[in-house]
C-alpha cells in the first residue's frame, strides 16, 4: 500500500470545513470554563470548609475521569431520563453541540480552577502583608495585588490548558459533530486512506496549537513586561 | 547514555518485527464488527456469533483453515483491512461498486436492504405511492445512520439535502431514536425487526416506506471482503460459499436467526 | 442499578485490559521520555531537533487522532519496514492492545520528556562533579547519582503524567479493543441505561486514579525521607 501524499493536501479544504466549529467549542467552552473557574477556585480556597469541601469533590471528579465518560454521560446519559427529556432544557440538551459545550466547560472549569488556585497561592505573601500596611483594603488587595500576580503565573499553565482543550474538542467527533475529527472520520470512512486523512487532520490541529502559543507567548511577554531590561 | 538507549531501543523494535509467522494449518485474520445483532455479535458467554460469523467460520472450514477475528467498528473495517490488519472482513459488507474500487468481495451469501424506522406518532411520509422519494419531507428532519454504511451513500445520492447524523453503532442510534433526538433512522430492516421492532422497546416504532433495493448503492447483496490480489483465496472462498447454498448450509444458517431464508436465491 | 449486577463480571474483564495497557505505556512512556530528554541534553543538534519535533507534534495532535494514525498506519509502515527486510513477509499487524499501548505511550512520553528534561537540569551540579572527582564513570554517574535524583524530582509531575495514561485508555474502544468503555457502550442500549453504564466507568477511573496518587504520595515521601528535619 502507497503513501499518497497528494491525498493529504487534496483533503485539506473539506477538513478546514471542520474548523470552524473546532474554533466555536474550544472558543466557547474556554470562556464559560473560565468564568466559573474564578468562582470555583475561591470557593476552593474559602477557609470554610463547607464551600471548600463540594469545590474539592467537584474538581478532584472532573480531573480524575477521562474527558471521553464525561462527555458520553453529558449527550447519552442525560438523554436516558424522562425528566430531562420533557423538561425545558431538552430542546438545547437534544443537540450534540451544546452537550459538548457542557461537557468541555464543566472540564475546563475544574483545570483552570486549580490553575487559578495555585497563581493565587503563589503570589509573595509579602506583597499582601506591604498592602495591608499601606491600608489597603481586602478587596483591594485581592483586586490589585493577587489577581494580577496570579494571572502572570498561570499563564504558562493555563497555556497548557488551552492546548489541552484543543485536543479534548476532537471527544465532539464521538457524538455525531462534525469538527475537524469529525469531518476526516467521514472523509476515510468514504476514501478508506486513513493515514493519509488523518495526518491531515493533525496537521490542522498543530497549526491551531501553534497559533494558541503565539497568544501564550505575546501574553507572557505583556505579563512581564516590567522585568524586561 | 543515547547511543546505549537508541541501540536498546532498536533491538526492541526488531524484535517485534522479527517474530517468525510459521503455522501449521492456515489462519484466516478476519475482522467483524461484532456488535451487528444478529449477523455478528457476542453473546452474553463472550462467544463470538451471528450469520456472519456461521458463514466465515464454514468457509474455513472447507478451505482447512482456522479464524481468528479481531472486533473493529464498523467504518474503520475496510482501512484496516487495507492496511493489513487482517485478511477478510465478515461483517455484512455490501458489495456496492464504490467499495470494489478499493477491494474485492465473494460472492453474496446475504441480501442487502435498507428501510427506514420511525415512531409511530410521527407519521412519517417519506416515500409517494409508487415508492417515490419525498425529497421535500426530509427537510428538517434528522435521519440517523451508521458512519460508513451503505445507507450513508444512498443518502449522499438520493437526498443530499436530508439531515444526516452519523453514528459508530447502531446501538447509539437506538437510543437517540429512543430519546427523541433523532425522526428516523435507516438500517438493515431484517435486523431491526428482530432485536428492536419486536421487543417491547420498539413498540412505539415502524417501518416507513418500501425496502430499498438499489443495486447502485446497497450493491448485489453482502460478500466477504477481501483485498486485491488474492485471487488464489477468493477462488477457494466462492466455491466454498457456492456449495453452502448448494448443499443447504446457507439457508440452515438463515434459519438459526430468521424465519426465511436471507440469502440470494439465483 | 440493580440492572448493572449481570454487567459486572464484563466490567471486570474490561478493567483489566485497561491496567494491561497502563502498564505496558507506563513502561514505554519511561523509555521515551529518557530517550527524548537524553537527546535535548545530549548537545547534539540533531537529536536535539528531532526531539524537539517529537515533542511537539505528540503535545500538539489530539489523542484520539493520535491513536487513529498508528492503528491504521502501524500496519503500512511496520509492513513496509519489514519487507525491506525479508521480501517474503506478508503482512504485520499489531493487535489493538499493542496499537493503543504505544499510542498512549508516545504521547505521554513527549510530556515526559520534557520533564525529565527539567528534572535533570535540576540535579546539582555538585553532585555529578563529586561523582565524577571520586572516579565514577560517566553511566555510573548516570546510574547512581543522575538517575535517582531525577526521579525525585520528577516524581509529582510523572504522577501527573501517570494518572494522563490511565485516562487516555478510555479511548481505545474507537480502534476495537474491548475494554471498559467498549462494554458500556453494548450494555447501554440493552439495559437502556446509559447514564449508569457510564457512571460504573467512571467511578472505576477515579477509584484507579485514586491508587496512583496515593501511591505516588507514598513514593514521594520515601523519596524525600533524607530531607525531613527533626522539629
Redesign the interface.
Known sequence: ?S?DVALILQSLPQILEGVGLTVQLHLISLAAGTLLAVGLALLRISPNPALSWPALVYI??F????????V??VY??????EMV?NSPL?PTL?EPFWCAIIAFTLNVTAYTAEILRGGIQGVDRGLLEAGKSLGLSAWHRFTRITIPIAMRLSIPAYGNEM?SL??????A??I?MYDV?GV???I???T????EI??S??LV??AL??VIQQGVKFAERYFNRHLRK | MLKSFIAAAALAVSAFIAAPVVQAQEVLKVGSECTYFPFNFRDVDGKLKGYDIDVADEVAKRLNAKTEYSCLKFDGLIPALLAGQFDLIAASLSITPQRKERMDFSVPYRLSIGQFVAPKAKKLQLFDASNNVLKQNFKGIRIGLQRGTTYDSWFQAIVPEAQVVRYETVEQMYLEIKSGRLDAIMTNPMKTYLEFLSKPDGAGFEVVGPQITDEKYFGTGAGIGIRKGNEALLKRIDTAILAMKADGTLDKFSKLYFPFAIYPIN | MSVVIPWLEQFAKGAVVVLGVALVALVLTIVWGLLGAAAKLSGNRIAGAIADAYTTVFRGTPELLVLLIIYFGSAVTLTWIGKQLDPSVRFINIPPFWAGAVAISLIVGAYATETFRGAFLGVERGQVEAARALGLSSSQTFFYVRLPQMWRLALPTFGNHMISIVKDTALLSVIGLEEIMYVAERGMTMTNKPFTMYAVVAVFYLAFVSLIIIAVARLEKRLNRHLVRAR
Not at chain 1, 484543543?166 to 471527544?171: E, R, S
Not at chain 1, 478508506?192 to 493515514?195: E, R, S, T, V
Open positions: 500500500m503513501f478532584y471528579v480531573r480524575g475521569t477521562p474527558m471521553l465518560v464525561q458520553a454521560i447519552y446519559g442525560l438523554a436516558q431520563f427529556r431538552w437534544r492546548i484543543l485536543k479534548g474538542t476532537a471527544l467527533s464521538m455525531t475529527t476526516a472520520r467521514t476515510v470512512s468514504r478508506f486512506a486513513p493515514y488523518f495526518i487532520a493533525a490541529y498543530l496549537t501553534w
